[in-house]
């Protein structure tokens, strides 16, 4: 088998037993980098020699017996993770010149268990997006493909240079963050596996700020024990983030052996919207009928104010990205456009160094927070936002995890969905309630489209139980035996 | 809800973003469909519900108000447009 077509677990493995090396697998991985980036566009940077340095220091870890299961592990980290010493993006113009001299807590931690960094990956600007074609350094594409079509489709996002990167078989693994959607919907798009773990557990120290009170930093994976390898090196209490939880991370990877036996899962009425496409409810159908098949207890529930889970969020995270957002001014770090005076240099900077839909959400965030509309658009939002936790509290009362589709639809192409910001938007009809909640929630590959495009499903779980969310998407994976491949892919041409 | 185009120009003023005239009505139609599409939650009664500002289901930490940072000015000057010794420098704000 190929070095890049391995699994984190099976390359852990391969390196504790010394059949490998920890450079020949960044090698490996610097070369499908070399020939397919290029086309994907899946990294804004890439580092190779600081891959290989951090190599052949995991190399010396192996050897001095000291390895971890991350340890000389090659990943992508989302370009939003400030990196010491390596350019950092938010995928916008405005921090083009940007050299954090800092780590952030995520990648401090997988740096510190012997992780090796191939590049920063590609993202919507300021992770505002759905599609990766908000990003200042170009759309990343996505490396499946409809059957008998060359179209370029999107990757998902924002996270989608980061579901590119590992679908393509450019990276074992990636760091994603998810603020309404950003990690579930890409790997959805993309055939991964993906968790937004319940908001505290991974620090946020150090991750570019989009909603403050919604991003979750999580990983990304072709399997879900890949995905708890990486959660585990990911998590955990950090002093520097005042919404950091105090609590012990618990065994992910011994949580994707778990039986389902005995489970009850819960199928909310109202994820079954309007023109819901029939292969979405087919494959959720499935995943009802693989759970029930594993000694799962199926329950019909509600969660009576999903439909306003979209309007609330485009209320709550621009009035949050138009706080944070107000940093970037042309005077302490990135770009800088001169004026006539301070104001003008404010306005021309962020006028040149923010996209249209960056400037689109700052604006109505200004708007929902301005006098006289705060208590109607952000008091009612975050009224609302309690109704949402109040119906998933509710639920839990009666079930242990729930099983929805992760998104409405397979990936699309590049250009389409562009008519107006609200059609891009709806995208994430089924992944923000989770947010606004703050519980944790996973997307695993279930089967293909007609069209030979994967889709995803999605399982929600209880505040911090993490571990049930692993092990009924484990179970997922294990019936669907999902092994499609994308057409474009290291070693594959 | 609709915005004007007056309002449209003052919002970009207070989110200090220069918007051309040319882009005013794109904007115009862009905001108000956003506008548009969250008015649906007028049909929500949240009569009585306290409000949910964060995602954490915990109590804010406090920790000692003593500096615990610090003493690292080209750390912080290295990525700065423009400096003068050890500060930040903008344009002269008065004359």
């Known amino acids: 088998m190929s070095l890049t077509d391995l699994t984190i677990a099976q390359a852990g493995a391969k390196l504790a037993a010394k059949e490998i090396s920890a450079v020949e697998l960044t090698t490996a991985h610097n070369v499908a980098i ?45 370009d939003l993770f400030c990196t010491e010493g390596v350019r950092t993006t938010a995928a916008s113009k405005i921090l ?49 493909k409809r059957h008998r079509s060359d179209a370029k489709l999107v990757p998902g996002g924002s996270s989608g240079g980061s579901a ?28 991964l596996a993906g968790i937004k773990p319940t908001y505290g557990r991974c620090s946020r120290y150090g991750i570019i700020a989009f909603a403050s009170s919604l991003d ?12 708890a390898i990486m959660l585990s090196g990911m998590s955990g209490f950090d002093a520097r983030d005042s919404t950091s939880a105090e609590r012990l991370v618990p065994d992910f990877r011994a949580a994707t052996a778990r039986s389902v036996k005995g489970l009850r899962i819960g199928i909310p009425a109202e994820y079954r919207v309007e023109g819901m496409s029939a292969e979405i409810a087919t494959l959720w159908e499935k995943g009802v009928a693989w759970l029930k098949d594993q000694g799962a207890e199926i329950i019909d529930i509600s969660l009576p104010h999903t439909k306003y889970g979209l309007p609330v969020y485009y209320i709550v ?39 249209a839909e960056v400037k689109r959400r700052i604006m109505i965030g200004t708007y929902v927070l301005s006098h006289g509309y705060y208590d109607a658009y952000y008091l009612k939002a975050q009224k609302i936002r309690a109704l949402m936790l109040r119906d998933f509290t509710l639920a839990f009362d ?47 590959p279930a089967g293909l489209s007609a069209e030979g495009l994967p889709l995803g499903l999605q399982i929600i779980g209880k505040h911090f139980d993490e571990e049930t969310v692993l092990a009924v998407s484990a179970a997922i994976e294990r019936a669907a035996g999902f092994s499609a491949k994308p057409t474009l892919m290291a070693g594959a041409n | 809800m609709s915005l004007d185009t007056a309002t449209v120009r003052r919002i970009a ?12 009505a794109t904007l ?11 008015d649906q939650l007028n049909e929500v009664d949240v009569t009585g519900i306290e409000p949910l500002s964060g995602g954490a289901q915990m109590a804010m930490r406090l920790r000692p108000d003593i500096c615990n940072d610090g003493e690292m000015p080209e750390k912080i000057l290295a990525n700065a447009p423009d400096r003068a010794g050890e500060f930040f420098a903008v344009p002269k704000v008065v004359e």
């Open chain 2, 13 to 24: 003023k207070l989110a200090r973003i220069r918007v051309d005239e040319a882009e005013i």
């Open chain 1, 317 to 355: 995270a621009p009035a949050e990205a138009s706080s944070n957002l107000a940093r970037y001014d042309g005077v302490r770090f990135g770009k800088r456009v001169d004026g006539e005076d301070l104001i003008d240099m404010y306005e021309r900077t962020r006028a040149a160094g923010f996209g």
């Open chain 1, 216 to 227: 979750q930093a999580g990983p990304m994976a072709r399997t879900v024990e890949d995905c």
């Open chain 2, 28 to 38: 115009q139609t862009e905001l108000n469909a956003i506008l548009g599409y969250v």
């Open chain 1, 164 to 191: 590119a990167a590992v679908a393509a078989r450019m990276a074992l693994g990636a760091t994603g963050t998810d603020t309404g959607g950003s990690i579930r919907q890409p790997a959805s798009f993309t055939g």
């Open chain 1, 96 to 144: 083009e010149p940007f050299i954090p001299p800092y780590e952030s807590t995520v990648t401090a931690q997988l740096k510190a268990a012997g992780a090796v960094c191939l590049g920063k990956a590609n993202l919507d600007e300021f992770a505002m997006g759905s599609s990766n074609i908000t990003s200042g350094y170009g759309p990343v594409e996505n490396p499946w």
């Open chain 1, 34 to 78: 070399a020939a397919l980036n290029p086309r994907l566009n899946a990294f804004i940077t890439t580092t190779p020699e600081l891959a290989l340095a951090q190599a052949k220091a995991a190399d010396a870890l192996i050897a001095a017996g000291k390895a971890g299961p991350l340890t000389g592990i090659p990943l992508a980290i989302k």
């Open chain 1, 398 to 444: 009666k079930v242990d995890a729930i099983l929805t589709p992760t998104a409405p639809s397979a990936a699309f192409g590049i250009g389409e969905k562009m008519d107006d910001p609200v059609t891009m938007y709806l995208n994430d009809v089924f992944t923000v309630p989770a947010s606004l909640a703050g519980v944790p929630a996973m997307s695993v």
